[in-house]
Each structure stands twice: as C-alpha cells, then as structure tokens.
C-alpha cells in the first residue's frame, strides 16, 4: 500500500540536538519535517479540530503567488467555510485518513492519494467523519482567470488513475503524474506528483520562471537548491522562488516521489 508523508507533530524529547537541518535563503527555502512540530502549526477562523502548518505563504521578493498548508483534523474536524478568500483556489491532496468534501453541495468520501481541485467562488465543506485523524495537503492560489476561456470546473481523482507519463529518454526512471491537463489554459498553476526510481536524476540543472512547492511524500534525494546539494527525505519541504537552479538525484533503496506545485500559463505581471 502506498504510504504518504505528514507532518510527524509532537515535540522532540529534552535529549535532542537542537541543531537542525532547516534552511532559508533569497533563492530557497528547506523545511524539514523535524520542523513541523505541534508549535508551530496555526490555527484558523471557522475551522473546528485542526491542527495547521503554514509552510508556504507569499513574501515580497521570495516566491509570491501561492500558499500551501498541511491540515490535520481530529475525529469531527473540519469546516464548512473554510477559504476566505472569494478569489482563491483550493487543490487538496489527502495524506491519510478519511474525508467527506462537499463541493457545491455533492459530498464524496476521499481516501489516502485523492486529489481534489475546487475553482475560485465555489462553496465547498470539509469533514473528518471518520473516528480517527486524518491530514490532507492543501494549496491556494489566487485564480488569473482569462475572459475568453470557459469558467474552471472542480474535480476530484485518485493518484492511482493519472497515468505516469515518461520524460524524454526515461522510461521508468523519472515520470510525471499530472493532475492538469499540461495544454489546458484555462488553469494558471498545476499540481504533479514527480516520481524517481534510485539513482533517477534530473540531468541538468533547471532554471526557469515557475516557482515551486515541493513536499517530499517518499524515499531520499540529494537535491541541487540554487548552488548547495541538500539531503532531503519524507516530510520535508522545499520551497523555490523564481529562477532557483535546481536538480536532484534519487538515493536509496525506494522511489523518491513528491507533490509539486507550479505557476503556468500566465504572462508575468509588468506592474504591481
């Protein structure tokens, strides 16, 4: 069964090494998953037994169009108005657990590896209904929306019915589960699960406009963060701003997969 790395909560005991792994710069930004601990989780208007780690928000000068949560409701939490923002958009992938998500009143029950995508302006509820916790990962952005395209619609599939589609000359090596349809414009960011078998690699280090949003959900990498190679395993979080260089080699004895995140199909703004 495939697994999903959370944010692991509790608190190191009082024999632990403080000194850690966490890492911010002007390019980059690395949030281990020793760092997402019960204390820095935040809690939210209009949210009932939720725990909330914020591990990306827009900054002035760092990456700026997206912010990205892991949420962890206890047995009855949830909340039936939980984005306030009439403008923003919710992509919501489930770590574990079991959840009923109402998207303009039709309900459907997700499981660990569901993917929901819920338009801007669209009434949607989330509840754990279920006797145990459970813990999704969930990004927003505000919608670039083009007047000549037809509106968003939601939708909601599982990671196990998008097709792994090979890059260039990497069968089996380095795959790309696409959430979006990569050629339809209507949608300004997209979500990916990218997948590495050991020893897979990024064979160049890419350099380029789109900011990024990297959970690792399985299995250890070296990873290249602008000039520095980084160990990175389940649970951490990577944190690109525009034109980071970046590369990776997978390590290990199992597939290095994580959950990415990505601004597309949009001119750059000229002004702010």
Not at 144 to 153: C, F, G, Q, S
Not at 173 to 186: L, S
Not at 188 to 210: K, L, Q, S, W
Request: aromatic share 14%; proline share 8%.
């Amino acid at each position: 069964m495939t697994s999903y790395a959370f944010p692991p909560g509790g608190l190191p005991g009082q024999n632990q090494n403080p000194e850690g792994t966490a890492i911010f710069t002007e390019a980059y930004a690395v949030l281990p998953a020793i760092t997402q601990r019960d204390i820095v989780t935040s809690f939210l208007p209009d949210w009932l037994s939720a725990k909330v780690w914020i591990l990306a928000r827009p900054l002035s000068g760092f990456a700026e169009t997206f912010a990205q949560y892991a949420v962890e409701l206890a047995p009855g939490g949830g909340s039936a108005a939980p984005e306030p923002d009439r403008a923003a958009q919710a992509a919501l992938f489930v770590a574990f657990g079991t959840l009923r998500l109402s998207i303009g009143g039709a309900r459907e029950d997700l499981e660990a590896g569901h993917f929901a995508y819920i338009p801007a302006g669209v009434h949607w509820e989330i509840w754990n209904t279920s006797d145990r916790p459970a813990g999704f990962h969930w990004i927003r952005k505000q919608h670039e929306r083009i007047d000549t395209l037809n509106p968003v619609e939601a939708f909601i599939l599982h990671e196990t019915d998008v097709p792994k589609a090979a890059m260039p000359g990497a069968e089996g090596i380095w795959e790309t589960q696409r959430f979006f349809d990569p050629f339809d414009m209507r949608f300004d960011f997209h979500i990916n699960i990218v997948n590495f078998a050991p020893g897979g690699r990024i064979p160049f280090a890419e350099t380029h406009v789109m900011e990024h949003g990297l959970y690792v959900l399985q299995g250890t990498a070296r990873y290249l963060l602008n000039k520095d190679w980084v160990e990175v395993g389940p649970g951490d979080f990577m944190w690109l701003r525009a034109f980071c260089p970046q590369a990776c080699i997978a390590t290990g004895d199992q597939p290095f997969r994580y959950l990415l995140y990505k601004d597309v199909n949009r001119h750059p703004k000229l002004s702010l």
